[in-house]
């Protein structure tokens, strides 16, 4: 891990998000070394944002990858490899690149401070996607990816201030999500109270009871 330089550039909030994006993305390439790796929250801002710098008359060399889960190998491959001789490239992904891949030749991240995460409704018993803040433990992982090679530089599009009121970690999955898999499956263990067991963090009380709810008047 090599030192790694923050640059705060907060976003106009009357701004569209992909807007301040290919801004940021344009003064990196401009003063900075290597590829460039940018944070998204999900497909729709990596799309509106590609077609927005492939409009912007960027140089030959430069060339813009998207990278998300449900993309082809052929195209994840493309945004993971090593940029030609005398290239660059511009890497949009969403959380999939924070910690996982290995992506060739970045020296400079840019983090909107955002992914899009599911949250699960017990009132209405519905999963949605959500686009949310990073915690400190994501922003800081990300921040990481410029810092791999040599030393980088990572561009947070928010406030300085604004980085010491990020949670300090991700919420636990099991306080978001649908819990009918789990509630079935201890179901299937013998275990109908989960009091009875031992957890780094205890399902929700509320979620728990809905799961239960939902599989009996499935049985019925």
């Not at 923050?6 to 701004?15: F, I, W």
């Not at 993309?71 to 949009?92: C, H, T, W, Y």
């Not at 409704?121 to 040599?150: F, H, I, K, N, Y």
């Amino acid at each position: 891990m090599y030192p790694v330089r923050h640059v705060y550039r907060p976003r106009d909030p009357r701004a569209r998000l992909e807007d301040e994006v290919a801004a940021a993305t344009r003064t990196a390439l401009a003063g900075e070394p290597g590829s460039v790796l940018v944070f998204l929250p999900g497909e729709a801002e990596i799309r509106r944002t590609e077609e927005m710098l492939n409009s912007a008359n960027l140089p030959s060399s430069i060339s813009v990858r998207p990278l998300y889960g449900s993309m082809g190998f052929a195209e994840q491959d493309a945004a993971l490899n090593q940029a030609p001789e005398g290239s660059r490239k511009i890497v949009l992904a969403t959380t999939i690149a924070e910690t996982s891949l290995t992506i060739e030749g970045i020296g400079t991240v840019i983090d909107t401070g955002f992914k899009r995460s599911p949250r699960f409704d017990p009132a209405s018993g519905m999963t949605s996607l959500e686009t949310v803040r990073v915690s400190l433990a994501s922003a800081d992982q990300r921040r990481g990816r410029a810092g791999r090679l040599g030393p980088g530089v990572c561009y947070r599009l928010w406030p300085e201030a604004e980085t010491r009121a990020l949670a300090a970690h991700d919420q636990p999955e099991i306080l978001v999500s649908d819990l009918t898999p789990l509630v079935l499956e201890l179901a299937a263990w013998g275990v109908h109270a989960p009091s009875s067991l031992s957890w780094l963090d205890p399902p929700p009380a509320p979620a728990f009871a809905q799961a239960q709810d939902l599989l009996e008047r499935l049985e019925g």
